[in-house]
């Protein structure tokens, strides 16, 4: 069991998921903090207060109407996968190519071997962007199931 996405941007199981965005949090400059009861899990330290007060109910499931921000107030597309939750939802057509954008910032930045269901971190994330990319051209969303 695990997450599959359309548009091929990702099939794997959740820990590595899980793992792959850690690493683009990583190199975005994010900090982490333990989550979970009991603490076991790193996450990326993000506004969840703002992050709630924008979705509302449909926390973790894509619908966002505008692209969200760091603590600083600086637009961060990344924060759409970084804050989505790993096994449903969608992330929207019109977040799809500036997600995209932004994870082609990241590249150059990423390298090494994530392990099983990552493999190298560079060719996840083109993976990932490629399938953006396909779901932005055709105006469709990227769903998770």
């Keep these: 069991m695990g997450l599959d996405t359309s548009h091929k941007c990702w099939h794997g199981a959740y820990s590595a998921f899980s793992r792959w965005r850690n690493k683009l949090a990583e190199v975005a400059g994010y900090t982490f903090f333990k989550a979970g009861d009991p603490p076991i899990y790193e996450t990326a330290c993000l506004d969840w207060g ?80 490629n399938g953006l990319r396909d779901a932005a051209a055709k105006g469709e969303a990227v769903d998770f199931h």
């Design 50 to 129: 703002s992050i709630n007060a924008i979705l509302g109910d449909d926390l973790l499931s894509g619908t966002w109407p505008c692209i969200p921000v760091r603590p600083d107030g600086t637009p961060d597309a990344l924060i759409v996968l970084l804050a989505h939750s790993d096994c449903e939802g969608e992330i929207q057509a019109d977040m799809c190519a500036p997600l995209a954008d932004r994870l082609e910032q990241l590249l150059p930045l990423l390298d090494g071997d994530g392990g099983g269901h990552v493999g190298n971190y560079r060719d996840k994330t083109q993976q990932f962007i």
